[in-house]
């Protein structure tokens, strides 16, 4: 009765009995898989094993090492603070929030021509576009042109969700601190007659940020109708529809405000602000000489002992210039190929000791 | 409710506590149970509460209604859940475990507003899933536990019908208590039920226990295997039945190895909250700086701030959630599922198979395989377990002469080869016994046969009748079929037997002989059947009448139907020793013991067939004297206490009541010296006989027989002596035997009085048996493997010392080399005195030899190394350990215990065996494993840290309390050296790289937090991040935790020294740990700063910058695992590429779809974007290179450098077979040199400043193992202390 089948259940139970195990009889198969014999890679780690691994991997670190490090010193790149702490700054003036608007011009010089397209970069430090509350306060579901996210934006906007009973748009922590401050570069030629350089507004944010991710509201009207019934964000001094002439970059498709929104990963980052565009192949981007820089300061980055930097840079297909990945593959190269030597030695004194059969030490 | 319950448990277990411990106590349960059920009388706690049954049957309509109404029906349900319930019970039974707790509370923590770190339904992501996994497999296994259930409630039996005034077939489910059920020969038992009738005349059912007990032999309280029919009314169904009130659950073990990782556990739960405090604190810090910067300390949704202290306090709490990963949520999971891998393929290993009894090694419990890998002691049972319990009769003695019989050994040597061999030996046998005739065999002793031949009669009689065999025919098992006994029966005449008796008589009192007797050339088989001869002459010559009139019933003297075949009587354990007698080679004995089987198939090889037994009579046929029929008077059945059993007969020839009795031959010589009978010459005689057979005696232990001794006792007066005898054997053998004569009928009683006016009388010793119990194939090898593997072997036995140490030689368990040590001591001070004594030489040995100077002072290290020259072997007596486990004392004992390689326990009772192992196991802290095959092991085998059960003679009780049950010793080699060894080091590796995994994947996030101000922010998408350890590296550490082969089972097999790493848990040492978590640091270290140098100062946004963190660290941790594995196959390829295919699917598919999912961490094209940037591809694999640099150049240089014995063993693999065992001699051989050199070079360092103690320091150099052993000369230990080498 149930006894039996209890005492029998105790000592047939337990794990998955082998399958194939028919009632006839309970000899296991005799498969590789199950008796643990499958073909197996069994690398054994000796130092006669691995000798190829290191020298192969120095052989092609130190190359690639080289050529990321010559890639990178060939890069053009200026970099012009103009925070201003300094009295002697030509911005110190900004500082005091009672000048606006206030501008102020940076002379510099270009040692060397720019070949090619120049990005042109605004530059902030000890910003922290990553704190976590600061990056989740936006509302993607808005800038994607959702009609009830507008006019209803997430509860992460808070407190920049609303303002005097009106939806903020765009909401958050994010766009309310857009930066605003306005760079124009002027070229000061042999006839100290100043030449504006062409900035390009568009193609500084990802395609499919601008196509795909950003979306201004669906309507027919203008860009003001369809952002009817929200206010602008509290810091902002116009509002979104109103962030540039062009009707293809304004509201939420705004690059400058795309760029914005893609939040910085680390606390000293550069942004792409504008494109200089190479106009032929005779004369370079940016020829050498002095060049200075008008800016409209706006953004406030003294009270957190932040700094704004303006860079130009030409770019390769590595991206900016950074001699860290070049000498870092250098150096690991070296390393790998020094213990290749090394361990050619210990082979060659080990050799009868460990590569053999014969396994006694 | 709870006091039937009780009830019924109360009876249970003195029911199978009778079975297993105390015969005379079973006896009683059995009486009562058969008889009455439940009488309130037995149950003297409850009274008046029982169980009141009504017949389900018309006329008791009405009382049935209203009794058996209450009662369940016969339907069983062992699943834990049903269909309704099973979310809610399974849910609660899981937040039984503190991990899921845990992880209960993030997830709730995670609604919290104020510290919300991820989106609240991905935190419980990864809790639902775990859950969901457990929850399946939960379902699988009560789904299968349902259809069990069901197929046996759907069981067919017989069950008499009110309405149809008949009996029709029922379903089991439907039986209800007071049903009357009709069971046939080898039905199985539907409840617990009263028998009622039985178609055997004598009322008598014999069932089989096996389902209760596990014990396969016949017991006569029980069921139906003799009879056509029989009725029973059920008496309690389904739930209510004893075997469903005593099922307690599954074992539950926790490994030594989960213990280790839990404590580790810990420790990542400090070092989250050392991190978690670093980020509150932090974070803290960072805000006070920017309060007010509205930038960075976004106001509250009401417009306050928070301040520093309180952002603070939240932050600890956020980065709780952040970094929970820590804590390894998938590792229990992923450890249960390797862990079913592993008992999978240890299940499907052919190596266990065993062909003979189909059955293969089972796993019963779990969770702890790889404790299999770190066994230290091993505590062995002896019978059944290094021996096969196939008693086979090899000697006797009988009436101070050794007799052989090398025949028997031989047959039963090769009967199992083949089936035709067997016949042709019984022909010799019966050939033998035909030619007796001759009177010229070689030494033949023609003095005084016919004392001798009484004896000889008396002997056999004795082993035929003492005992509780069942007699049945093979074919139909049980099944007597009656007949007319009378035809063709050679018949004698009862006045000639009653004259040979009497002349026998006369002669045996009136011969001084034996006393001058020459010792009779030992071991010669022919002089014994020339004896016999004289009956074979008889009983040719005279056909004797049957004496109908002896016996209460004339029908009693049945025969058996002829049968062939001997399977059946193979198949039921027995030794199956045919006789020449056609109709005895049917016969099949089923006995309690194997060795009382192993008498009677003894007795009737030499034609002295046991023919039948019923409650009043016992039938056997003995080849001179045609069938005589011995009237029982009294069973006293064989108890551990008293160590011997007896009948009381009436004989059927001299009509005098005698009593023979069979029992260990101390407690016998014992009874027989008490005894001082007047008789001078006869008591000189039978001193003797006593001192020759002692002799013997000796002898046969130390061949390794067990031995029996068989004495009689005759009544002076034939008339009325019956009950005097009975009540005499029953007065003389203590408290036991006489419960059990108050138990029978009160009639018996009277015998008492009737014995306390006869004067005791003589005891007649017949005679010893040596039954020898054959070493099981392969124990010796395997023994000598498993102490080389480094572990401490322990025989647990309830035989005789000289027994004991003779199998333990056998079985190499010593060696003749050893230095044997005897604890045999009366009194604990003796012990104590003993013990020091031996300490003190071991210890002045341990001094002398170099490398023991460390004395043993740390009980926890012993002080013998595996290659220690100084071998030593223990042997302690049952009643010297008991002095030896007292609370004083034990510290000594072990102490004595660690300098020695073997230790052999004698006479040990199952109740020491497992204070032993608790002894051993507590004080020592070391992992003990305790094996054996009987019901005297399983407290044992329960107290060990792995029990192991021997499925072999005696039941199943020792398989069902075990953790592992194996068919035979010899699997036990394969199981810890190789399985084990796999087990473990895969395992613990497992969870290593899971803390290492873990670790290092946590602490990308810990390191950005020190660039986002520690304000809890990750720079990963959290699908990925949740995935990541749920999907994308979860498969490969569990395939590497089921598949990985450091060393392969030959070489593991080969050199069994390997299995030393896994005891010292090289696999997995605190310091291990903590070598992983550094590496892991360092890794995520590169892994963060890497990518962090490079995007450094450019625009890259947070999620841009997890991604390569994110793929990097996946290349990291995989790549990691194959540098850890010594072997790959192509399913570890086949799991790690699709790991990485799985991550870069999943990352790219999420990165074109998800537009607006997923707020803040949004990865929309992403992926796609890096999969363009050729520095995306350099930075991972320079990151890749840096992290896994170091530990792949650690392993390198240990690989050429100090290679541990199992990489060097690894080698063994890659060599042909011819390399294989040049390289295996040189292995072992240089082994030796080694030790040799460095002691001697140790030996030449210390000589000057030594003193020596011996006297011939240089002798144990250069003699080695023997050097301890020559010395002994010049140390007197003590008169106990012997060397048998």
């Known amino acids: ?361 | 409710m709870t006091e039937p319950l009780r009830w019924a448990r109360y009876h249970w277990r003195r029911l199978v506590g009778g079975t297993t411990r105390d015969e005379d106590d079973r006896r009683c349960n059995y009486s009562s149970l058969l008889a009455c059920g439940g009488k309130p009388a037995h149950t003297p706690r409850l009274p008046g509460k029982h169980r009141i049954v009504v017949p389900h049957l018309w006329p008791f309509k009405d009382e049935y209604e209203k009794f058996s109404g209450t009662y369940v029906n016969n339907r069983i349900r062992t699943t834990k859940y049903t269909l309704l319930n099973f979310v809610p019970r399974n849910l609660f039974e899981q937040f039984h475990r503190a991990a899921n707790l845990y992880f209960l509370f993030l997830v709730v923590l995670n609604w919290v507003p104020l510290v919300e770190a991820f989106q609240k339904e991905i935190t419980m992501l990864p809790l639902v899933v775990v859950l969901a996994i457990i929850a399946v497999k939960d379902g699988l296994e009560d789904y299968r536990k349902y259809k069990i259930d069901k197929q046996i409630n759907n069981l067919v039996t017989k069950v008499y019908s009110r309405k149809e005034k008949k009996y029709i077939d029922r379903c089991w489910k439907d039986v209800m208590v007071g049903d009357f059920i009709r069971l046939s020969c080898n039905e199985v038992i539907p409840a617990d039920m009263v028998l009622l009738f039985s178609t055997d005349p004598d009322g008598i059912c014999h069932i089989e226990t096996s389902g209760l007990d596990g014990e396969s032999n016949l017991k006569q309280r029980q069921v139906v295997r003799g009879h056509a029919e029989q009725v029973n009314n059920v008496f309690s169904v389904g739930h209510e039945t004893k075997a469903m009130l005593n099922n307690s659950g599954p074992r539950y073990k926790r490994s030594k190895l989960e213990r280790r990782a839990n404590t580790d556990v810990l420790w990542c739960v400090l070092l989250l909250v050392i991190m978690c405090l670093t980020g509150a604190l932090g974070h803290g810090i960072w805000l006070s700086r920017y309060e007010n910067i509205l930038f960075f300390n976004i106001p509250e949704p009401d417009g306050h701030i928070v301040s520093p202290v309180l952002a603070g306090f939240y932050m600890f709490w956020t980065m709780i959630i952040l970094l929970q990963v820590l804590i390894p949520i998938s590792l229990y999971v992923s450890i249960e599922i390797v862990k079913l891998g592993q008992i999978y393929f240890i299940q499907s290993d052919v190596d266990f198979y065993n062909e003979k009894m189909d059955s293969t090694v089972q796993c019963r419990s779990l969770n702890i395989a790889e404790d299999l890998g770190q066994i230290q002691y091993l505590f062995s049972d002896k019978t059944g377990t290094l021996t096969e319990n196939k008693m086979v009769f090899r000697r006797c003695s009988v009436a101070g002469f050794d007799y052989c019989h090398e025949e028997n050994a031989r047959r039963l040597e090769s009967y199992q080869e083949a089936a035709s061999e067997e016949e042709d030996c019984t022909g010799t046998l019966g050939g033998a016994l035909g030619d007796v005739a001759s009177p010229g065999a070689p030494g033949c002793r023609t003095q005084n046969p016919p004392l001798e031949t009484l004896y000889i009669i008396d002997f056999f009689i004795a082993l035929a009748i003492c005992n509780t065999v069942v007699v049945s025919a093979p074919n139909q098992p049980r099944q007597k079929i009656r007949r007319p006994s009378l035809s063709g029966m050679p018949i004698r005449s009862l006045e000639e037997i009653k004259n040979l008796f009497q002349r026998l008589s006369v002669r045996r009192s009136s011969s001084p002989s034996l006393a001058s007797g020459k010792e009779p050339p030992s071991g010669v088989p022919s002089a014994f059947v020339s004896r016999l001869s004289l009956f074979s002459r008889g009983k040719l010559t005279s056909p004797v009448e049957e004496e109908g009139s002896q016996g209460a019933s004339s029908s009693a003297c049945c025969t058996e139907t002829e049968r062939s075949s001997s399977d059946a009587g193979l198949a039921n354990g027995g030794v199956e020793a045919p006789a020449g007698q056609p109709p005895a080679s049917s016969l099949c004995y089923e006995a309690e013991s194997p060795d009382e089987a192993a008498l009677v198939y003894a007795a009737r090889a030499y034609r002295c067939t046991l023919q039948a037994r019923t409650p009043e009579q016992v039938m056997v046929d003995f080849a001179a004297l045609g069938p005589l029929t011995f009237q029982l008077l009294h069973i006293l059945p064989f108890d551990s206490v008293r160590k011997r059993m007896s009948v009381v007969v009436r004989h059927p020839l001299s009509n005098q009541v005698v009593v023979y009795t069979k029992g260990a031959d101390s407690v016998i010589m014992e009874l027989l010296s008490a005894a001082s009978p007047d008789e001078g010459s006869l008591e000189k005689q039978q001193l003797l006989i006593r001192e020759k057979t002692q002799k013997h005696l000796d002898d046969y232990a130390k061949r390794g027989l067990r031995t029996l001794c068989v004495a009689k006792k005759r009544s002076g007066r034939p008339a009325g002596g019956a009950r005097a005898a009975g009540s005499g054997e029953a007065a003389g053998d203590g408290p036991g035997s006489r419960q059990a004569a108050f138990s029978s009928p009160m009639a018996k009683l009277s015998w008492l009085f009737g014995f306390l006016q006869t004067p005791l009388h003589l005891r007649y010793f017949l005679g010893a048996t040596g039954i020898e119990d054959r070493l099981q194939e392969g124990v010796p090898e395997s023994i000598e493997a498993l102490h080389k593997a480094g572990i401490k072997i322990w025989m647990l036995t309830g035989d005789k010392q000289e027994t004991a140490i003779n199998i333990a030689y056998a079985c190499k368990l010593l060696e003749p080399e050893d230095k044997l040590f005897i604890l045999n001591t009366q009194s604990k001070d003796a012990c104590e005195m003993l013990m020091s004594t031996i300490l003190k030489e071991l210890q002045k040995k341990g001094q002398a030899c170099p490398e023991q100077a460390s004395l043993s002072v740390d009980l926890l290290q012993p002080p013998i190394s595996q290659d220690s020259e100084l071998r030593a072997g223990l042997v302690i007596t049952g009643k010297t350990l008991e002095f030896a486990l007292q609370e004083s004392l034990q510290r000594q004992f072990l102490e004595l215990t660690s300098w020695c390689q073997a230790v052999v326990c004698c006479r040990a009772t199952p109740l020491q065996k497992s204070e032993v192992v608790k002894l051993v196991r507590g004080h020592l802290r070391v992992m003990t494993l305790a094996i054996g095959d009987g019901a005297n092991d399983v407290s044992m085998i329960q107290v060990a840290d792995i029990g192991i059960g021997v499925s072999g003679q005696e039941g199943m009780q020792a398989v069902m309390a075990s953790d592992f049950a194996v068919s035979q010793f010899r699997h036990l080699g394969k199981l810890l050296l190789v399985h084990g060894h796999w087990c473990y080091t895969r395992l613990s590796n497992m969870i290593l790289y899971f803390f290492y995994k873990n670790v290092a994947y946590v602490n990308l996030l810990f390191w950005y937090q020190f660039f986002c101000g520690f304000s809890g922010t990750s720079m990963t998408d959290y699908w990925v991040l949740i995935f990541f350890n749920l999907l994308f590296t979860s498969a490969p550490p569990v395939i590497y935790g089921v598949l990985e082969k450091d060393v392969s089972a030959e070489t593991l097999m080969q050199l069994p020294e390997l299995y030393q790493s896994g005891q010292k848990s090289e696999a997995y040492l605190p310091l291990t740990f903590w070598i992983t978590l550094l590496d892991a640091f360092y890794q995520s270290l590169v892994c963060f700063f890497v990518p962090y140098f490079t995007y450094q100062g450019s625009d890259i946004d947070i999620f841009t910058f997890g991604n390569p963190l994110n793929t990097a660290a996946l290349f990291i941790i995989l790549l990691h695992l194959v540098i850890e594995s010594k072997s790959l196959t192509w399913i570890h390829m086949l799991v790690i590429v699709s790991s990485i295919l799985a991550y870069f699917f999943f990352a790219l598919a999420f990165g074109a779809m998800c537009v607006t999912c997923n707020p803040p961490s949004n990865p929309y094209w992403i992926m796609q974007e890096h999969m363009l940037d050729p520095v995306f591809y350099l930075v991972c694999a320079l990151t890749t290179c840096i992290a896994l640099l170091p530990r792949f150049v650690y392993r390198v240089l240990q690989g050429s450098l100090f290679p541990s014995p199992i990489l060097r063993a690894k080698h063994f693999d890659r060599l042909t077979p011819e390399e294989r065992t040049e390289a295996l001699k040189k292995w072992k051989g240089a082994g030796k040199m080694d030790r040799v050199t460095s002691k001697l070079a140790e030996q030449a360092a210390d000589k000057s400043g030594r003193t020596p103690m011996s006297g011939l320091p240089a002798v144990f150099a250069m003699k080695a193992a023997t050097s301890c052993a020559v010395e002994r000369g010049n140390v007197s230990v003590c008169e106990t202390a012997l060397d048998l080498a």
């Open chain 1, 1 to 361: 009765m149930a006894m039996n089948y209890n005492s029998k259940d105790e000592v047939d139970g337990g794990p998955p009995c082998p399958p194939g195990g028919t009632a006839k009889t309970r000899r296991p198969d005799n498969t590789a898989f199950k008796q643990q014999r499958l073909p197996a890679w069994q690398p054994i780690l000796t130092a006669g094993t691995v000798l190829p691994t290191f020298f192969i991997i120095g052989l092609i670190f130190i190359p690639i090492g080289i050529g990321i490090f010559v890639t990178s010193n060939n890069i053009r790149e200026i970099e012009i603070d103009y925070t201003g702490t300094e009295p002697s700054s030509p911005c110190n003036k900004c500082l005091s929030p009672e000048v606006t608007p206030c501008i102020c011009t940076i002379d510099f010089t270009l040692e060397k021509s720019f070949e090619g397209n120049v990005f042109m970069y605004y530059g902030l430090s000890n910003f922290y576009q990553n704190h976590r509350r600061y990056v989740k306060s936006r509302d993607d579901s808005q800038l994607n042109g959702d009609s009830s996210a507008l006019l209803n934006p997430s509860k992460e906007c808070e407190p920049y969700r609303r303002n005097e009973d009106k939806p903020i748009a765009p909401c958050g922590a994010i766009a309310n601190s857009m930066f605003n401050d306005t760079l124009e570069l002027f070229l000061i030629g042999n006839d100290s007659y100043p030449t504006p350089i062409t900035l390009k507004k568009k193609g500084i944010a990802w395609w499919t940020d601008k196509n795909i991710k950003f979306r201004n509201p669906s309507g027919a009207e203008s860009l003001e109708e369809r952002f009817k019934g929200t206010t602008k964000p509290v810091n902002w001094l116009n509002p979104v529809y109103m962030l540039d002439s062009d009707p293809d970059n304004n509201g939420f498709v705004n690059e400058d405000f795309i760029v914005w929104m893609r939040t910085a990963a680390l606390p000293t980052f550069r942004k792409l602000y504008r494109l200089i565009e190479r106009k032929s192949d005779l004369h370079p981007t940016l020829p050498a000489g002095r060049y200075y820089l008008n800016i409209t300061y706006n953004y406030p980055v003294h009270s957190f002992d932040g700094r704004k930097r303006m860079i130009l840079s030409t770019i390769s297909w590595m991206g900016g210039k950074n001699p860290f990945l070049g000498i870092a593959y250098i150096a690991i190269g070296s390393i790998s190929f020094l213990l290749g030597v090394v361990l050619l030695v210990i082979n060659h004194k080990y050799r009868n000791s460990s590569n053999t059969a014969d396994i006694t030490i």
